[in-house]
Nanobody
Framework: QVQLVESGGGLVQAGGSLRLSCAAS????????MGWFRQAPGKEREFVAS????????YYRDSVKGRFTIDRDNSKNTVYLQMNSLKPEDTAVFYC????????????????WGQGTQVTVSS
């Protein structure tokens, strides 16, 4: 069965960095676009970033542009989210997801989801 396992979350001070990883198994990873979403307490899940199967096309929500970078290593079946200059408002559970190409921005386009990893940014 398909499994997406996120890691790399944690507690960090504002201005710090974290690198999230999502390891995929049970699917032909290089055929899927991958996305990162997040959900803060009391809020809906929101799009963060996505990347096409080849890694050529990437998309970001406006509030993370210039701070976050999504990339993937198809040889390792892994997608990453490098997060720099973190802010308290980035605090959320971060989820990775696999979906069809081109890399969609809408959560309902994705087929598979991980369990999430907590990111907490202190002020």
């Amino acid at each position: 069965q398909v499994q997406l396992v996120e890691s790399g979350g944690g507690l960090v001070q504002a201005g710090g960095s974290l690198r999230l990883s999502c390891a995929a198994s049970g699917l032909t990873f290089s055929s899927y676009a991958m996305g990162w979403f997040r959900q803060a307490p009391g809020k809906e899940r929101e799009f963060v970033a996505s990347i096409s199967w080849s890694g050529v096309d990437t998309y970001y929500r406006d509030s993370v542009k210039g701070r976050f970078t999504i990339d993937r290593d198809n040889s390792k079946n892994t997608v990453y989210l490098q997060m720099n200059s973190l802010k308290p408002e980035d605090t959320a559970v971060f989820y990775c997801a696999a979906g069809p190409n081109p890399a969609p921005l809408s959560a309902n386009k994705y087929n598979y989801w991980g369990q999430g990893t907590q990111v907490t940014v202190s002020s």
